[in-house]
T-cell receptor, first 109, second 114 residues
Framework: EDQVTQSPEALRLQEGESSSLNCSYT??????LFWYRQDPGKGPEFLFT???AGEEKEKERLKATLTKKESFLHITAPKPEDSATYLC??????????FGRGTSLIVHP | DADVTQTPRNRITKTGKRIMLECSQT?????MYWYRQDPGLGLRLIYY???????NKGEISDGYSVSRQAQAKFSLSLESAIPNQTALYFC?????????????FGPGTRLTVL
């Protein structure tokens, strides 16, 4: 059974204070690891797909990295508009993505 | 216009009532999904459909049923709603033609069962 654990559950940062979110996973035959952003009361919005260990992807202040056991979402010099819940999901041999419970990020001005 | 739409966006109903949530998509994707989201529990899969003739149960299908009326339409029904079905419900689509199934989500339906 595929499993995804995200930490921390909640993170509060000051504007400009860089940090990382963690996604640990176990999966049979990784096809891809996904990061999504979810604003309150809205549907998750796709950010990145990572396919293999060592891969990195960037978008504005966000950078996602992948190892064989975990992924990190690095947030550099965050702004208040980066406040959201960040979801991680993995897709393995079952073809059905498994989601973690998310990390709630609040960035204070 | 949104690629994945859900109706209604908000619904308040009473215990025992039959409720239908509808999802439509213009992305042309074959695969569609229904999830529910509860605080602290993340997204949990209710049902999924890989094409019009394919319907599969997810991890929490009890108390729910679905209908795939066309490639673009996937409906979720609660035959007899109960209070613990109060949650935020999301429809999603994906395209299996790539390496992975990146999912695209609708805006959600907030359902309250009194």
């Amino acid at each position: 059974e595929d499993q995804v654990t995200q930490s921390p559950e909640a993170l509060r940062l000051q504007e400009g204070e860089s940090s990382s979110l963690n996604c640990s996973y176990t999966v049979s035959g990784l096809r891809g690891l996904f990061w999504y952003r979810q604003d309150p009361g809205k549907g998750p919005e796709f950010l990145f797909t990572l396919y293999s260990a060592g891969e990195e992807k960037e978008k504005e202040r966000l950078k996602a990295t992948l190892t064989k056991k975990e992924s990190f979402l690095h947030i550099t010099a965050p702004k208040p508009e980066d406040s959201a819940t960040y979801l991680c999901a993995v897709q393995g041999g079952s073809y059905i993505p498994t989601f973690g419970r998310g990390t709630s990020l609040i960035v204070h001005p | 216009d949104a690629d994945v739409t859900q109706t209604p966006r908000n619904r308040i109903t009473k215990t025992g009532k039959r409720i239908m949530l509808e999802c439509s998509q213009t992305k042309g994707h074959d695969r569609m999904y229904w999830y529910r989201q509860d605080p602290g529990l993340g997204l949990r899969l209710i049902y999924y459909s890989f094409d019009v003739k394919d319907i599969n149960k997810g991890e929490i299908s009890d108390g729910y049923s679905v209908s795939r009326q066309a490639q673009a339409k996937f409906s979720l029904s609660l035959e007899s709603a109960i209070p613990n079905q109060t949650a935020l419900y999301f429809c999603a689509t994906s395209d299996p033609s790539g390496l992975t199934d990146t999912q695209y989500f609708g805006p959600g339906t907030r359902l309250t069962v009194l």
